[in-house]
């Protein structure tokens, strides 16, 4: 798709839902008051009861009223893959429906405003690995404003990486981020990340924001909400709320967020404010 007018884009960032329907309710009520969903992520969960044959026809569904309700962006995790791919290694099949409805997933990008987007699979094999590093050397040549990766697994050797034990994050992403320098990577998979001493749910990496919102219980899933035009991220969890500013430097700990800001206000541009 063609770069789009020249504007500010609102974003809302959800991670590792793991078939929560509760939380997939809020997603879906919560599209409208923004530019763009992102969902990075583990979708499905393995250990449910449910087979993932069944989830993905439930998921598919709850991705067709995210993209009647507005934009949309889904990436795989771990637990999306469902079966072998073309080069015979492990890939989430089952999102080729949700792109054969006109759904951005992996190994797509698309532009929102002057924001390009590039989505990340899971990937499972050096083929899908090779497919990924073409994907953000391409994308890197493209004139563009704003540049999000959407990437389930965070950085390796970052605290958005950490379980309290080890940092579970990705050798390569961190490499790439080191060569493209995004300006912001969405990200999950570690859940409690932002939760636990030496975690967080943000980090920078040279100029790169790197953003995990984390998994929480209950039917508000933890979420990151961005704005490119005010150069803020706001993320919304059971722990509290906090906020950045994205075109500072990195200082924790994060400000405590005490009330919302006048960009996600009503009255600034006729939308909700986050419904956390």
């Not at 080069?87 to 532009?111: C, F, H, I, M, Y």
């Not at 320098?181 to 409690?192: R, T």
């Not at 998994?215 to 933890?222: D, H, L, N, S, V």
């Given at each position: 798709m063609p770069r789009t007018t020249d504007r500010p884009v609102r974003i809302l960032l959800v991670s590792d839902l793991h078939y929560t329907l509760p939380q997939l309710d809020w997603v879906v009520r919560s599209a409208p008051s923004f530019d763009l969903v992102v969902l990075a992520g583990d979708h499905l969960d393995i250990s449910s009861t449910v087979s993932l044959d069944a989830q993905s026809v439930v998921m598919l569904r709850y991705l067709a009223l995210l993209q009647a309700a507005g934009r949309v962006a889904v990436s795989s995790g771990n637990h999306d893959l469902t079966g072998?791919?073309?080069?015979?290694?492990?890939?989430?099949?089952?999102?080729?429906?949700?792109?054969?409805?006109?759904?951005?997933?992996?190994?797509?990008?698309?532009?929102?405003?002057d924001t390009l987007i590039t989505i990340c699979p899971w990937w499972d094999g050096p083929k899908a690995k090779e497919a990924v590093a073409a994907q953000l050397a391409s994308d890197s040549a493209k004139d563009k404003k704003n540049w999000i990766w959407v990437y389930h697994a965070p950085p390796a050797g970052s605290p958005t990486s950490w379980d309290g034990k080890k940092s579970w994050g990705d050798i390569e992403l961190t490499e790439w981020i080191g060569l493209h320098?995004?300006?912001?990577?969405?990200?999950?998979?570690?859940?409690?990340?932002?939760?636990?001493?030496?975690?967080?749910?943000?980090?920078?990496i040279g100029p790169t924001w790197v953003l995990n919102t984390g998994?929480?219980?209950?039917?508000?899933?933890?979420h990151i909400i961005v704005d490119t035009d005010a150069r803020e991220a706001l993320w919304f969890s059971l722990a509290g709320s906090e906020s950045l500013h994205l075109d500072q430097p990195l200082r924790r700990p994060f400000a405590p967020l005490d009330q919302l800001p006048q960009w996600l206000t009503p009255k600034s541009r006729d939308r909700d404010p986050s419904p956390a």
């Open positions: 072998p791919d073309a080069n015979g290694e492990q890939s989430a099949v089952w999102l080729g429906k949700a792109r054969a409805a006109g759904v951005p997933t992996d190994g797509d990008s698309l532009w929102v405003g320098k995004p300006d912001i990577v969405f990200c999950g998979h570690i859940h409690q990340a932002p939760f636990i001493p030496n975690g967080s749910w943000a980090d920078r998994r929480q219980i209950g039917e508000t899933p933890a």
